[in-house]
């Protein structure tokens, strides 16, 4: 069946550094890539989406782009915050109303 | 406007009891899911509602657990005989139509003692 993985946390940055969070996914056909994101306290939010290959996702400075050539949806942020420290659930959509989460991985950043 | 609401936010409970997990979705969106998400996981799915009939139950773990969406709008969890292994959080979402764009809630937390 359709799955999802993402790299293992956590993961912790100093403020302005580089992250990259990995996503990588196996389905039959091509699913709807999405990243959300859990803040300390708070629900599952939509960080971005990506509907088809070659899609770049973006929103609030991240990006992801979907690579059907490595199965792939790579999180990106050139320059963390200190407020972006949550957890980010890579997630799959491919037919049916259910999405296929990843584990999660924590990200810590630190001033 | 107003989001995905559940209640309550926490139910801790004894092995054995019964209990009824609540979602409100947002107004006018049709689809609605379950979800449990267990301590240092990703989301599991449990069942997908398409107004009022349950479209896909295939991640209900047992007949212990069973959801209904009577209007096609609140719709209710219930677990019969609670085990410790229950406790998670429950996540419900919504979203505008079938394959639309999943919106979730703050969850509740189960215990089972």
């Known amino acids: 069946g359709d799955s999802v993985t993402q790299m293992e946390g956590p993961v912790t940055l100093s403020e302005e550094a580089f992250l990259t969070i990995n996503c990588t996914y196996t389905a039959t056909g091509y699913p709807s890539l999405f990243w959300y994101v859990q803040y300390p306290g708070e629900g599952l939010q939509l960080l971005l989406k990506a509907t088809k290959a070659d899609d770049k996702g973006s929103n609030k400075g991240f990006e992801a782009t979907y690579r059907k050539e490595t199965t792939s949806f790579h999180l990106e942020k050139g320059s963390v915050q200190v407020s972006d420290s949550a957890v980010y659930f890579c997630?799959?959509?491919?037919?049916?109303?259910?999405?296929?989460f990843g584990q999660g991985t924590e990200l810590s950043v630190k001033p | 406007g107003a989001g995905v609401s559940q209640t309550p936010s926490n139910k801790v409970t004894e092995k054995g009891k019964y209990v009824e997990l609540r979602c409100d979705p947002i107004s006018g969106h049709t689809a609605l899911y379950w979800y449990r998400q267990s301590l240092g996981q990703g989301p599991e799915f449990l069942i997908y509602?398409?107004?009022?009939?349950?479209?896909?139950d295939s991640g209900l773990p047992n007949d212990r657990f069973f959801a209904v969406r009577p209007e096609g709008s609140v719709s209710t969890l219930k677990i019969q005989r609670t085990e410790r292994g229950d406790s998670a959080v429950y996540l419900c979402?919504?979203?505008?139509?079938?394959?639309?764009?999943?919106?979730f809630g703050p969850g509740t937390r189960l215990t089972v003692l």
């Open positions: 979402a919504s979203s505008l139509t079938e394959r639309g764009t999943q919106y």
């Open positions: 509602f398409q107004g009022t009939g349950a479209a896909d």
């Open positions: 997630a799959s959509y491919n037919q049916g109303g259910k999405l296929i």
